[in-house]
């Protein structure tokens, strides 16, 4: 018998936790315990990760009972594009979520065949903007370890939004990356902190679900788990977006209510974009990630990242683009290990950067600047004998410049004072003194 998958929003819940610490005090409930959750998470994860495609089979037939969806696969981004442009019709206004499938993956493609698209999250952001409030969260490390004061538990699945009654709809369509779906029954599951998804679901004309295939889940209890998981691991680096953006905003809410006659149209997209070739390969472990950016909040090097600033950032995001062949490898990685030590499943990221970048240039030849800055032995043994010459050079503006444009590196760089005795004779040295 045909039915309605469900449609849940899972949010911030003061309202819970509230209940779950009196319970606590009251009755002597279990403290929630990060680390035996974090266990639980990641046996969801690999049982994903081992069952992908009968996960995604079993996906297709649930949806396929059910009412007025529209279910199709895209083997990447450009032919998801495609299938939006189609089903979006003449509409050109396109509402995104803040997911790495559709902003960093998919957007660029929905520009090219001709949708502009926008993050509703962004304009929920405005009474955050000014210079008091950026200032504090600017500095990754001023970040408040939320985790530390075990406020971990607050997320919780608050409303169930209704997708196929008829309604007043607004004229443009939703393209929304999910958080986890569950192969069971086809419950869709969102995480969200502002109201910009469950506005999309309700008032878009026309509503996108892209599901990667890492996103769907065995059940509705591991996809509610996953997604709170996301939520509670990644409850910093959302911080980190209340930094202002420079990104185009468009008023959603100021367009005009229409009455639609008909049921809402949905249309289901399982995306792949490479995601099963890295199965049974070394990077599989990137098939256990949540997406929750942890990583992101822990890494000091992604502000600094040269990239359009509204992309969604992490270095598991960074990482699967170049594996993806839409990024280079991940050269401005510092190796610090931050990134593997937040991730609630333990995926070495730095690793598997390492690796990417020697498979990298095992298939493509190293550039002169990429070959010096490759061997610091080198530069250094340079500098030394060219000392105090190179000492006078590196500090040189004219020369810094020089060294800027044609090598890159930034000018305000403090670069070490050479000498020309070395450690060694300097030691000997020292100790017949
Ligand atoms: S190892 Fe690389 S990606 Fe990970 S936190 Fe450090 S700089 Fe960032
Ligand atoms: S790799 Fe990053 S985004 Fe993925 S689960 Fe680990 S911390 Fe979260």
Request: proline share 5%.
């Amino acid at each position: 018998m045909a039915y309605i998958p469900g449609f849940f929003m899972i949010e911030p819940s003061a309202e819970q936790s509230k209940h779950r610490a009196a319970g606590l005090f009251v009755r002597k409930e279990k403290k929630f315990d990060v680390d035996i959750f974090r266990e639980q998470l990641k046996e969801i994860r690999l049982e994903t990760r081992r069952n992908s495609a009968a996960l995604i089979e079993q996906l297709k037939k649930t949806l396929a009972e059910c009412d007025g969806i529209e279910t199709t696969s895209a083997k990447d981004a450009k032919e998801a594009a495609s299938l939006i442009k189609a089903f979006a019709g003449d509409r050109e206004i396109a509402s995104i979520n803040k997911s790495n499938v559709v902003i960093n993956e998919i957007r660029p493609e929905l520009h090219r065949v001709g949708l502009k698209t926008y993050l509703r999250y962004y304009g929920e952001f405005k009474n955050f903007e000014g210079d008091k409030f950026q200032k504090k969260i600017e500095d990754y490390w001023s970040l408040p370890n939320i985790h530390d004061k075990h406020l971990v538990e607050s997320f919780d699945i608050k409303r169930r939004i209704p997708i196929t009654s008829p309604s007043e709809s607004k004229d443009y369509i939703a393209i929304l990356g999910v958080n986890a779906i569950s192969a069971e029954d086809g419950s869709v599951y969102f995480l969200q902190h502002m109201s910009n998804i469950s506005k999309d679901i309700e008032q878009a004309y026309k509503v996108v679900v892209v599901l990667s295939i890492e996103k769907i889940l065995k059940n509705s209890i591991d996809a509610v788990n996953h997604t709170r998981a996301m939520g509670i691991f990644g409850l910093e680096s959302i911080l980190l977006d209340l930094i202002p953006h420079d990104v185009e905003k468009f008023d959603f809410d100021s367009l005009p209510l229409v009455k639609n006659e008909k049921a809402k149209e949905i249309m289901f997209i399982i995306y792949d974009n490479g995601r099963s070739d890295l199965l049974n390969t070394p990077y599989q472990d990137l098939f256990l990630c949540i997406d929750c950016r942890a990583c992101a909040r822990q890494c000091p090097v992604g502000q600094h990242i040269p990239f359009e600033k509204d992309m969604v950032y992490s270095p598991k995001n960074y990482l699967l683009g170049s594996l993806q062949g839409w990024l280079h490898p991940f050269e401005f990685c510092l190796h610090c290990g931050r990134c593997e030590v937040e991730c609630p499943v333990n995926i070495d990221i730095p690793s598997l950067i390492w690796r990417s970048q020697f498979e990298y240039y095992e298939r493509h030849p190293r550039g002169l600047k990429k070959r010096l800055l490759d061997d610091p032995e080198l530069l250094a043994k340079l500098g030394c004998l060219s000392a105090p010459i190179s000492n006078w050079s590196v500090k040189n503006p004219f020369v810094k410049l020089l060294t800027e444009i044609f090598v890159g590196i930034n000018r305000d760089a403090n670069l070490p004072t050479f000498h020309r005795e070395t450690f060694r004779d300097w030691f000997k040295g020292a100790k017949n003194v």
